[in-house]
């Protein structure tokens, strides 16, 4: 039995958490659904849309996301007013 087990860094967390499962990039102005755990600002960027489940009050959009902010949790839609991101699947 190991000394340290954090079952978070276990398979398929670990691919996860490491962002080695699928990632969509998005430089463009197009609705973009799927499941993703985090979603990385690669510019400034700015969401038209940005659903999120099991989050209440107010909503992301509209507001400028500085490059090099990501931001966790579980979003299943968003689209971009302007900038560039990769969206990291579950």
């Not at 609705?31 to 009050?57: K, M, R, Y």
């Not at 509209?62 to 949790?73: E, Q, R």
Request: glycine share 10%.
């Amino acid at each position: 039995m190991p000394l340290f087990s954090n079952p978070l860094l276990e398979p398929p967390a670990t691919r996860a958490y490491l962002g080695q499962n699928s990632v969509v990039i998005t430089v463009n102005t197009s609705p973009i659904t799927g499941d993703f755990h985090a979603i990385q600002c690669v510019n400034d960027t700015v969401f038209s849309l940005l659903t999120e489940t099991g989050v209440s009050g107010g909503a992301l959009t509209g507001l400028t996301i500085p490059a090099g902010v990501t931001l966790y949790g579980r979003f299943s839609a968003y689209t971009l007013t302007s900038g560039a991101v990769r969206a990291h699947s579950v």
